[in-house]
């Protein structure tokens, strides 16, 4: 399977800033995604990355909010914006090929504290 | 809204034990997918399940799926404290947009030696 790189791996942001999460594939995928997993809870889909376009976002998520680029088929990056204590949780990006019934690979996830 | 429900929420058995997990649904699936997530690190996948299979091994890992109830279970065998982790069910429906994901709220296996 891909191997998923994301940066960082953690971070501790002072409320108000911004941050911009990378996520690296080391071979060409079809699908990319990013996920939300706020403590303590289960897994969230906030949109999916579209390669040259705008992403796809999930109810409940905005685009002012978390901004996603998605530049070519190995590499996107979340921006979590104007970050408040709410938005402590962990991102993952994962990958997965263009076919219906083919598995979803994760990154490790970034860990964000919002003080 | 999570389409996937797990129980138990929490499970601790001894090592060399069965571990049993289940896992419902509420919609018709293309897939259901197991991972498991090492305290806060991201997610290792485990088996993926297609809608017109039942059963399927990997290792110490058994899956079953049945669609007619829309609950899968995952049995651990012969349990190591390695295992210890929190384990998921995901969902990948047309009706949500083939690869889309929805997860389950998990459940925390603990493995004492």
């Known amino acids: 399977s891909a191997v998923i790189s994301q940066k960082p791996s953690r971070d501790i942001c002072q409320r108000g800033t911004s941050l911009t999460i990378q996520c690296q594939v080391d071979?060409?995928?079809?699908?990319m995604f990013w996920y939300r997993q706020q403590p303590g809870q289960s897994l969230t889909l906030i949109a999916t990355?579209?390669?040259?376009?705008?992403?796809?976002?999930e109810s409940g998520f905005v685009i002012d909010k978390f901004p996603i680029s998605r530049p070519n088929l190995t590499f996107s990056t979340l921006t979590v914006s104007n970050m408040s204590p709410e938005d402590s949780s962990i991102y993952l990006c994962?990958?997965?090929?263009?076919?219906?019934?083919?598995?979803?690979?994760f990154g490790d996830g970034t860990r964000l504290s919002i003080l | 809204s999570q389409q996937g429900e797990e129980d138990p929420q929490a499970l601790s058995i001894q090592e060399g034990e069965n571990a049993t997990m289940n896992c419902s649904y509420k919609?018709?699936?293309?897939?259901l997918q197991w991972y498991r997530q090492n305290s806060g690190r991201g997610l290792v996948h485990l088996i993926l399940i297609r809608s017109n299979e039942r059963e399927k091994h990997s290792g110490r890992l058994r899956v079953t799926l049945d669609t007619s109830k829309k609950s899968s279970s995952l049995l651990i065998t012969a349990s190591r404290a390695a295992d210890t982790a929190s384990y998921f069910c995901?969902?990948?429906?047309?009706?949500?947009?083939?690869?889309?994901?929805?997860f389950g709220q998990g459940t925390r296996l603990t493995i004492n030696p």
């Open positions: 995901a969902t990948a429906s047309l009706a949500a947009g083939a690869q889309k994901l929805v």
């Open positions: 990355a579209n390669q040259g376009s705008e992403a796809t976002y």
């Open positions: 919609t018709s699936i293309n897939n």
């Open positions: 071979s060409q995928v079809t699908m």
């Open positions: 994962s990958v997965a090929g263009g076919s219906s019934n083919q598995p979803q690979h």
